[in-house]
């Protein structure tokens, strides 16, 4: 029996309540600094195209015009954010060179002394470009023939080897030759975008030490040190971050984006300087949670259960694969759902769209799986004449279970929460339904 | 024409934490002259409480009140590795790094106290309430708060503690798709309750019904919240929000709040939800994640409940009211063969 506890399991107030509801949280944008100049950046206005000349000649005649940062001002322009943890190959260009893959790439920084003046030269920047033909559905993208977005040559991410991330748990084509039932869905959804009221921002202000300072809403400070540190080729112990207070993330704070070009442009000037997202950014060319499509097949027996799934779910990583790689990976590893189905195959493909680039949204890969599954839930369910209800019980996993990636089951609550939910909603189980439990299989009334 | 009220049901579950890479959070506690003790991090809140709930923790660990409790946080100067706040993993990660640095604070002002108590260490207890004493006898005991002073004072010594946590690295197994990708896993089950109006297509959420499983609460309250602010994103996802209209085709994106579309608070349904406690094996005081799931359930049951009400399949998100008038005039032209 666990000790009684005497603070965890109290609703205490939370300790920037008052804050918050007060107006008096200091969010990033909440800090100024003399001096400080504004960056702001030239976008592509094309889905994709080659970059043939960038003239800057107007822009530099506006008023409050500081400087320009172009691709050649980044020590290291092409990174990957995962390659911290080893992701390969880095792809994505800082500062755009001579190829733009999505409406609203970063081609220009320009630094200004004012939000008004940057606006003005990014708007006097003339760009040449020559547009190439996009893909946009992430079937085509994958077809012989399809415009190539990666610069290394894949609008597949290579899995050690696949073009997917795969799992082969039993036999399902087996499984189907027997089952009584095959049920088909295909789910399609769009991006979303994580809409935080405090759009992404940081300031890097220059130390008289020689270290900058770096005031951000990132939802990983280490994580976005880490990744400044290698665009700009510095050691770590110049860059201090200082963070912790977010005015919403919902993982749209985990990308690497505003730090890097913001520190830069503190080194080139030696002034604090301020890059913070408008709302038509964060909204038009901040990372969205990836468009799915999902093609599910179920292998279904005359009494409801689930003997076979195959699943194929392609992710629209937009031009850059950010951290959706792993989200198909989390998607490989919940696209059985919480169910214990004996035999399963998934193909899960993070594919290289022209879109704007998907990253990480709270349910990474998980709450499309979830909405698949569950509408297909409902389809077994009436394909074998069971309640919805009933169809769930039936399949629900237990401990003692392994899931399709190989993993022991030892936490699965499913049939209580279930059960509790009836109770909550006044819907009557049978005897049967209310005695199950996932502690182990052994079925039996109450 | 009429307004056809449906009912779906939903049944998740959701992983805490991630595996690439590995998954670490690290914790660092001094204590103060006055016995405060400052918690040490380089984590993120959010806006979900992180903060407030880490306290609670180190408060629950420590063995003292929550006002003697500092959460300095997310200064990469004083702050040691955290991972980021993300995959449900924070409440789960930085908890048990903060146990594991409380444990050793312990230590410390335990061999502090044996001396001022002039008792063997193995005797003495924290009473959880601010104070050591010797075990059974609550005469003899003595404040953290003091305990701490002397530390500093007549001593010389600190009272201080180093957590860390991580789910280590787990590769995939390219072929099979082998991992063990979590820590522990929640549950959710929705029932949505809508109404549609069949001349409009237009979907009114009436109800979210939900039971969670999340293992050990930290804060009831900050659950609630991340469940009534969960209910409200699945139910925005289900019907109204996208950046690209006509995805694939990439054009019409909205640029603000007046494009992009999400229920306003008039639109808010009756949330009710019911929470069971199965801790977790691995997480502090058996925590799980509550954090992202709570927006995974009411979107399949929102969907459901529509084909519940109407007999329209929609099968892609959001389910807009052109996607549900489609599907009428569909079935109604099947009826009429």
């Known amino acids: 029996m666990s000790p009684a506890l005497h603070v965890v399991g109290r609703s205490v107030p939370r300790s920037d309540g008052t804050g918050h509801v007060t107006g008096r949280t200091q969010f990033t944008t909440d800090h100024a600094f003399p001096g400080m100049l504004h960056l702001k950046i030239v976008r592509s206005p094309a889905h994709h195209a080659l970059v043939r000349g960038i003239d800057l000649s107007d822009a530099e005649r506006v008023p409050g015009f500081i400087r320009a940062l172009t691709h050649v001002d980044v020590p290291h322009n092409v990174y990957t954010i995962l390659g911290l943890i080893g992701v390969e190959p880095e792809e994505e260009f800082v500062l755009a060179e001579d190829r733009v893959r999505y409406k609203g790439e970063p081609i220009v920084a320009i630094i200004a002394e004012s939000e008004s003046a940057a606006l003005d030269a990014v708007a006097r920047v003339r760009l040449d470009l020559e547009e190439l033909p996009a893909v946009f559905d992430v079937e085509e993208a994958l077809r012989p023939g399809a415009p190539i977005v990666t610069h290394w040559g894949s609008n597949a991410f290579m899995y050690e080897g696949h073009p997917c991330r795969r799992v082969r748990f039993g036999d399902v084509e087996e499984a189907f030759s027997g089952a009584d039932h095959i049920v088909e869905g295909v789910y399609n959804t769009k991006p979303i975008e994580h809409a935080p009221i405090e759009t992404t921002a940081c300031i890097a202000v220059p130390e008289a030490n020689g270290r900058f300072t770096v005031y951000t809403n990132t939802q990983a400070v280490y994580f976005s040190l880490d990744n ?202 049978s005897p049967e339904l209310r005695g199950l439990t996932s502690a182990h299989r052994n079925e039996g009334g109450e | 024409m009429a307004r056809l009220r449906g009912t779906g049901i939903s049944a998740v579950n959701y992983p805490t934490g991630m595996n690439l890479g590995g998954d670490p959070s690290q914790a660092l506690i001094h204590a103060t002259t006055s016995g405060s003790f ?241 801790p977790s094996s691995n997480g502090p005081y058996g925590v799980k994640g509550v954090g992202e799931m709570t927006a995974n359930s009411p979107i399949p049951a929102i969907v459901n409940a529509i084909y519940h009400a109407t007999g329209v399949r929609v099968d892609e998100l959001p389910v807009t009211p052109e996607l549900i008038l489609r599907g009428l005039d569909a079935r109604a032209a099947a009826a009429r063969g």
């Open chain 1, 228 to 429: 400044t540190s290698i665009i700009l080729q510095i050691p770590g112990n110049r860059l201090h971050f200082i963070g912790g207070t977010v005015g919403g993330g919902f993982g749209g704070k985990v990308d690497v984006i505003v730090e890097p070009l913001a520190t830069l442009a503190a080194m080139k000037t030696n002034r604090p300087v301020r890059y913070a997202y408008s709302r038509s950014e964060e909204m038009q060319v901040s990372s969205t949670r990836s468009a799915w499509r999902i093609y599910v097949k179920d292998g279904v027996m005359a009494d409801g259960r689930i003997v076979a799934r195959k699943v194929t779910s392609y992710a629209d990583s937009g031009a850059y694969s950010r951290q959706t790689p792993y989200a198909l990976t989390k998607h490989a590893a919940n696209a059985s759902g919480p169910y214990a189905i004996p035999n399963v195959s998934i193909d899960a493909y993070c594919v290289y769209t022209n879109h704007v680039p998907a990253s990480a949204m709270r349910g990474f890969g998980i709450t499309m799986a979830s909405f698949a599954i569950e509408v297909q839930m409902d389809k077994i369910a009436e394909a074998v004449g069971l309640d919805p209800w009933s169809i769930r019980f039936l399949n629900a996993y237990r401990d003692g279970d392994t899931k399709p990636h190989r993993k022991l089951v030892e936490d699965a609550t499913l049939i209580e929460t279930i059960q509790a939910a009836a109770v909550l909603v006044g819907h009557e189980l």
């Open chain 2, 38 to 278: 400052v918690v040490s991090l380089s984590s993120t809140d959010l806006g979900q409480g992180l903060r407030t709930v880490i306290g609670q923790i180190a408060a629950e660990a420590l063995g003292v009140g929550m006002d003697d409790v500092i959460i300095d946080t997310a200064d990469t100067d004083t702050g040691p590795h955290c991972m980021g706040t993300f995959a449900s993993r924070a409440t789960h990660r930085v908890g048990n790094a903060v146990i594991a640095a409380a444990r050793e604070t312990r230590e410390a002002l335990l061999d502090v106290a044996a001396e001022e108590l002039e008792a063997a260490r193995d005797d003495l207890e924290f009473d959880g309430q601010g104070n050591i004493q010797v075990r059974g006898v609550p005469d003899r005991a003595m404040r953290i708060a003091d305990i701490a002073a002397a530390a500093q004072f007549k001593y010389g010594r600190t009272i201080a503690g180093r957590g860390a946590y991580m789910k280590p690295r787990s590769p995939v197994d390219p072929e099979t798709g082998a991992m063990d990708p979590d820590s522990t896993e929640a549950h959710a089950c929705t029932v949505a309750e809508v109404e549609v109006d069949t001349e409009t297509g237009e979907v009114t959420v009436l109800s979210i019904r939900s039971a969670y499983e999340v293992g050990q609460q930290v804060n009831p309250a900050l659950v609630r919240g991340q469940i009534v602010g969960g209910a409200w994103m699945g139910m925005s996802h289900a019907l109204y929000e996208t950046t690209k209209p006509y995805y694939p085709d990439p054009d019409h994106s909205p640029k603000d709040f007046s494009e992009y579309l999400m229920p306003g608070a008039h639109e808010m349904p009756v949330i009710e939800s019911v929470v069971l406690e199965y």
